[in-house]
C-alpha cells in the first residue's frame, strides 16, 4: 500500500527548531518528487518546500533560509528540518508526493506544529 | 493573498450542479501548467480529485469533472450530495515562484 506518515510536530516556542519526518511505504522518496505541505488554522493550503527527484529543493520566500528539505531514501524518510520558528508557522504538516506533473497523489494524515511563547 | 483566485463559497441544493472557478495568470494557468483539484473533508487531509485539468483520479465518482480555458479553470460538481459538502482547491505549478501553488479554497454547502 501507498502510504505517507508524518512525526514530530508538536509544541514550541518561537526561536525553536524542530524536525519533522516522515515515513513512506509503497514507493520510493528518491524517485519521486516530494513536498511538504502545510495549513495554518481555518486557512488553506501553502506548498512550503519541495524537493526533486534530481535533489534539487525549492522553498517558499516565507520559509527559506530557515526550513532545510532533504531524504533519506535507504529509509524511505523525507524530513523538514524548521528553524528560527515564528508564530505565524503554526499549521498540520503534510509530507506529500508530487507527480511529474506537478498533482499530489499521495498525502499523510499530518503533523501538528503549534509555536507559541 | 494566494495566487490562485476562487471563491470563498459556493452552494446548491441536492441534486444541482454547482461549479468553483479557478483564476491564474500568465505564469501558471496562462503558461499551460495543468490545474489540478483537491476535496479536503472536515478533520482529514485532501485528497485529489481531478488531475490534468480535466482527468478524474482513481475512485472519483463521473459526477466530478474539469475544464481550463485561458487563464482560468473550472470544477463541476452535478448531482450534488451531502457528503460532497467540503473545502475545494485548485493547484498549478508557476514558473516565476518555481513553486506548486494553491487557490484559497472554496467551501461548499449543501442546503
Known amino acids: 500500500e501507498v502510504q505517507a506518515v508524518e512525526t514530530g510536530g508538536g509544541l514550541i516556542q518561537p526561536g525553536g527548531s524542530l524536525r519533522l519526518s516522515c515515513a513512506v511505504s509503497?514507493?520510493?522518496?528518491?524517485?519521486?518528487?516530494m513536498s511538504w505541505v502545510r495549513q495554518a488554522p481555518g486557512k488553506g493550503l501553502e506548498c512550503v518546500s519541495l524537493?526533486?527527484?534530481?535533489?534539487?529543493?525549492d522553498y517558499v520566500d516565507s520559509v527559506r533560509g530557515r526550513f532545510t528539505i532533504s531524504r533519506d531514501d535507504s529509509k524511505y524518510r523525507l524530513f523538514l528540518q524548521m528553524n528560527s520558528l515564528r508564530v505565524e508557522d503554526t499549521a498540520v504538516y503534510y509530507c506529500?508526493?508530487?507527480?511529474?506533473?506537478?498533482?499530489?497523489?499521495?498525502w499523510g494524515k499530518g503533523t501538528t506544529v503549534t509555536v507559541s511563547s | 493573498q494566494s495566487v490562485l483566485t476562487q471563491p470563498p463559497s459556493v452552494s446548491g441544493a441536492p441534486g444541482q450542479r454547482v461549479t468553483i472557478s479557478c483564476t491564474g495568470s500568465?505564469?501558471?494557468?496562462?503558461?499551460?501548467?495543468?490545474v489540478h483539484w483537491y476535496q479536503q473533508l472536515p478533520g482529514t487531509a485532501p485528497r485529489l480529485l481531478i488531475f490534468?485539468?480535466?482527468d478524474r483520479f482513481s475512485g472519483v465518482p463521473d459526477r466530478f469533472s474539469g475544464s481550463k480555458s485561458g487563464t482560468s479553470a473550472s470544477l463541476a460538481i452535478t448531482g450534488l450530495q451531502a457528503e460532497d459538502e467540503a473545502d475545494y482547491y485548485c493547484?498549478?505549478?508557476?514558473?516565476?515562484?518555481?513553486?506548486?501553488?494553491f487557490g484559497g479554497g472554496t467551501t461548499l454547502t449543501v442546503l
Open positions: 524537493i526533486y527527484s534530481d535533489g534539487g529543493t
Open positions: 509503497g514507493f520510493r522518496v528518491g524517485n519521486n518528487y
Open positions: 500568465s505564469s501558471n494557468i496562462g503558461a499551460g501548467y495543468e
Open positions: 506529500a508526493r508530487v507527480s511529474t506533473r506537478f498533482y499530489i497523489d499521495v
Open positions: 490534468g485539468d480535466s
Open positions: 493547484q498549478s505549478y508557476d514558473s516565476s515562484l518555481s513553486d506548486v501553488v
